[in-house]
């Protein structure tokens, strides 16, 4: 069985080469141009050489309106629409029919039922887990499908131990609830990232900062947050050591500025790796946990 490290980028579209709205654009990004060969821009165009592909993927899954995440998410974890599940984008958080469609058919449920080994690598605090006991939160789609399938959502201690990642990816928020916890630079965590997943078949990173940055329409912290990912990237690629990465999106947002919403825009899907190929024709965001599976062995669940 082979295997697949999964870096889910929250809001982040294809846009505009334009510096003044996208961050994407103004942003020194020397590894992204290095492996695209320009910036992440529409500028750049798709392509599949070797092992590397990197295609411009349609969010919009068939329906009108600004994509939302919980739609979205369930869609990458499964290969359902889950917006035509939902009569509609629908987020940020799944609702009943969502986790239903999560429970069953995600990613996670399908690599465990198989004889595989899956992992959510973020890493929580401790008042995730208290809201959690006392129901007073409400989880997205990947912390819902991981824990769907039996796994147990990595602490501070998996943390501090190197079995799991911040989500700033430094541990810098992390190391403000205990002093003692290490931060890395993002080129060193997405080495970190890399060795952890070599122990899984299919390892799950949810990079949400993204979005978050993008409603609040800080230019200036996009730049360098996009920056700090372009780095993680550096580190991550080439200590893969034959896992196979799979870097897409669920809806844009942080590629424009000048909003604060979603948008429509293109997600980018970037695969490194030898199951490249399996990502070649990927059109939309149904199209992608398929290529997964074919890319680990697994057949597709009755729909």
Known sequence: MDQILFLFVDG??????????NPFAAAETPFLQEVLGGQLTEAT??????DLVFRRVDPTLGFSGLPQSATGQATLLTGRNGAELMEGHYGPWPGPTLKALLQEESLFVHVEANGGRAYLANAYPPRYFTALEER?????????AAQSAGLELASIGAYRNGRALAADLTGEHLQKLDTDLPVFTPRQAG???????????????????????????????SVALVESL??????????????????????????????????????????V??????????????EIAPAIRRALGLSTPNM
Request: glycine fraction near 8%; proline fraction near 6%; aromatic fraction near 8%.
């Open 12 to 21: 982040i579209g294809i846009g505009s080469p334009d510096p003044g709205s």
């Open 230 to 271: 372009d780095a993680f990237l550096s580190g991550l690629i080439p200590h893969l050591q034959g896992v196979t990465l799979v870097v897409t999106s669920d809806h844009g947002n942080l590629e424009d500025s000048s909003l604060r919403t979603h948008t429509r825009a293109p997600v980018p899907l970037l695969v």
């Open 273 to 286: 790796g030898s199951a490249a190929s399996q990502f070649r024709r990927t059109e939309d965001l149904t």
């Open 136 to 144: 007073v939160l409400r989880v997205n789609a990947p912390a819902f």
């Open 45 to 50: 165009p798709s392509c599949h050489k070797g």
């Open 191 to 221: 080495a970190h990232l890399a060795r952890i997943a070599a122990d899984y078949t299919f390892t799950f990173f949810d990079f949400w900062l993204s979005d978050r940055l993008g409603h609040r329409g800080d230019s200036v912290a």
